[in-house]
């Protein structure tokens, strides 16, 4: 009898360290194993490109940034403006 193996839906972390012209991105899994980083210009684009990089990992349970500012970036309709203040 063959088996299948079934992944779990994994609950992915995302971390952004806020820059002036770019922002960098880490994706975790949720035992804080590495899953990739990128860079994306702090652009209404480039934040929507973050958005959908992160969210290809799988569903997104915590989000958080750090930056220079006391605000959060505008993540315009995402999650991650709720989560991250």
């Known amino acids: 009898m063959a088996m299948t193996i079934v992944e779990a839906a994994r609950a992915v972390t995302g ?5 002036g012209e770019v922002h960098v991105a880490a994706a975790l ?3 804080g194993g590495l899953l990739g980083t990128e860079s994306f210009n702090a652009t209404p684009d480039g934040y929507s490109a973050l958005l959908s990089w992160l969210a290809g990992f799988g569903a997104v349970g915590k989000s958080g940034w ?9 993540w315009p309709g995402s999650s991650l403006e709720q989560e991250s203040r």
């Open 15 to 19: 971390g952004i360290d806020t820059h």
């Open 66 to 74: 750090k930056g220079p500012g006391p605000t959060v970036p505008d």
């Open 29 to 31: 899994d949720e035992v």
